[in-house]
T-cell receptor, first 114, second 116 residues
Framework: EDKVVQSPLSLVVHEGDTVTLNCSYE??????LLWYKQEKKAPTFLFMLTSSGIEKKSGRLSSILDKKELFSILNITATQTGDSAVYLC??????????????FGQGTILTVHP | DAGVIQSPRHEVTEMGQEVTLRCKPISGHNSLFWYRQTMMRGLELLIYFNNNVPIDDSGMPEDRFSAKMPNASFSTLKIQPSEPRDSAVYFC??????????????FGPGTRLTVT
């Protein structure tokens, strides 16, 4: 059974801090790893990673994948209160019968205090 | 594009009643996913479709739950009869799958279901 584990489960920081969120996975026929941000509504897509060692960046957020060690990290620099959310990691399978199915981790709750 | 559309946004019903949740995926997407989210269990995949065909319904909790996708632009998730433990936020998501490649899933706003 595919498995995605995120750590830490929760994190409290102050504005301006840098945080690193972790995601490890065990999945057959790995295709992609995705990060989502969930505030008090639906998850919104952040990044999709498919290749090891290539950093994806969007503003203060960046992410990288290590397919050998089966993990990914999401970095947020100079955190702001608006970064407070649940960050979800998900993994997609390759293979013709997966049809885009994702396996989600339990999420990391990030709280940024002013 | 309007994104994934779900209705209703909130539903409060009494135990034993039938509940129908609706979803319109993003135009051009060919895979559709129904999830349930609770504090205790997180985000759970209930069922998903590709080209309107159910692929895997192993996440459906029991026979009280059923889902249909009569065409590419509409899907329903039905609970009959509803129970208090069904209270959760139900999300619909869609994505484009082409061959062995699949793109990111986009989520609808969710339906918050409360069964009293």
């Amino acid at each position: 059974e595919d498995k995605v584990v995120q750590s830490p489960l929760s994190l409290v920081v102050h504005e301006g801090d840098t945080v690193t969120l972790n995601c490890s996975y065990e999945v057959t026929n790995f295709r992609s790893l995705l990060w989502y941000k969930q505030e008090k509504k639906a998850p919104t897509f952040l990044f999709m990673l498919t290749s090891s060692g290539i950093e994806k960046k969007s503003g203060r957020l960046s992410s990288i994948l290590d397919k050998k060690e089966l993990f990914s990290i999401l970095n947020i620099t100079a955190t702001q209160t608006g970064d407070s959310a649940v960050y979800l990691c998900a993994v997609g399978n390759a293979g013709g019968t997966s049809y885009g199915k994702l396996t989600f981790g339990q999420g990391t709750i990030l709280t940024v205090h002013p | 594009d309007a994104g994934v559309i779900q209705s209703p946004r909130h539903e409060v019903t009494e135990m034993g009643q039938e509940v129908t949740l609706r979803c319109k995926p993003i135009s051009g997407h060919n895979s559709l996913f129904w999830y349930r989210q609770t504090m205790m269990r997180g985000l759970e995949l209930l069922i998903y479709f590709n080209n309107n065909v159910p692929i895997d319904d192993s996440g459906m909790p029991e026979d009280r739950f059923s889902a249909k996708m009569p065409n590419a632009s509409f899907s329903t998730l039905k609970i009959q009869p509803s129970e208090p433990r069904d209270s959760a936020v139900y999300f619909c998501a869609s994505s484009l799958v082409a061959g062995f490649w699949s793109y990111e899933q986009y989520f609808g706003p969710g339906t918050r279901l409360t069964v009293t």
